[in-house]
């Protein structure tokens, strides 16, 4: 299968001090539009991010905006048709630069993939696994949960395609989760680059629980040895001035 894809990111650097060259914040609009053959199924976005933070995308499907934060609405507001407006002319020029090119075709990066839990884990106590994959071209993929080799699909979110380095792409998939000891969890990416889908496991274990419990009782350990370090020197050091003032009184 292949894909013919056009893709363009603006980005605007706001300086703070306009006599230097560190920059402050980042907005940054990417749009793409591809097409998929011999299905000949076509796909797009648009998306808005500041400092790494989506703002909004719109949706292709649905042709309306999704605001990732439905706050930001009250400080700024967008026109979705602007964005198909885009859309169409990326279209329009891909058809062109695929005759020119002799459809020559885009070679595929495949993705890397990482599971880790939102909050620290605890048997019986609602959580978050989510499923990192980061640096693939192009933005066609399919991620799915499995659960002690069950597909699960409940309460599932994904974002929209993020710019990753060297004009890749990176996404998150979110599976709410009430951990239970000996539960296996997997999430299976699928991509262009890829043969076999890439699979990454976690899994729910008392060791890992009693590793963060361990973890966590160390850092108090810790921060009281420190305080008491502190008070004790402290104290040290207000008795010899106590003491080198009685002396002087003899």
Not at 18 to 27: F, H, R, S
Not at 37 to 53: I, M, Q, R, V
Not at 55 to 71: A, Q, S, Y
Not at 134 to 159: A, C, H, M, R
Request: proline share 5%.
């Amino acid at each position: 299968m292949a894909a013919f894809a056009l893709i363009l990111c603006g980005l605007l650097a706001l300086p703070a001090i306009l006599t230097t060259l560190k920059v402050e914040d980042t907005l940054i609009e990417m749009d793409f539009f591809q097409e998929s053959f011999p299905s000949e199924k076509t796909a797009g976005e648009f998306l808005l991010e500041f400092n790494d933070e989506e703002i909004l995308h719109v949706d292709w499907d649905r042709k309306e905006n999704v605001w990732r934060l439905p706050d930001f609405q009250k400080f700024t507001s967008f026109e979705v048709q602007g964005a198909l407006a885009n859309i169409a002319v990326m279209k329009n020029n891909m058809q062109v630069l695929m005759v020119r090119s002799n459809r020559s075709q885009a070679q595929n990066v495949a993705p890397s993939a990482n599971v880790y839990p939102e909050n620290p884990v605890e048997i019986g106590d609602p959580n978050m696994l989510i499923c990192f994959v980061d640096k693939f071209s192009p933005p066609v993929l399919s991620i799915t949960w499995l659960k002690n080799g069950e597909q699960v699909s409940e309460g599932v979110q994904e974002t929209d395609f993020y710019p990753s380095a060297d004009n890749a792409f990176r996404k998150f998939s979110y599976l709410p989760f009430i951990p239970q000891d000996g539960d296996v969890y997997v999430c299976q990416v699928e991509h262009w680059s890829l043969e076999n889908p890439l699979s990454k496991i976690w899994e729910v274990s008392v060791l890992t629980i009693q590793e963060t419990t361990e973890n966590v009782l160390c850092i108090v350990g810790l921060a009281i040895g420190i305080v008491g370090i502190i008070t004790g020197t402290v104290l040290f050091f207000k008795g010899l001035r106590m003491r080198n003032s009685s002396r002087g009184f003899i």
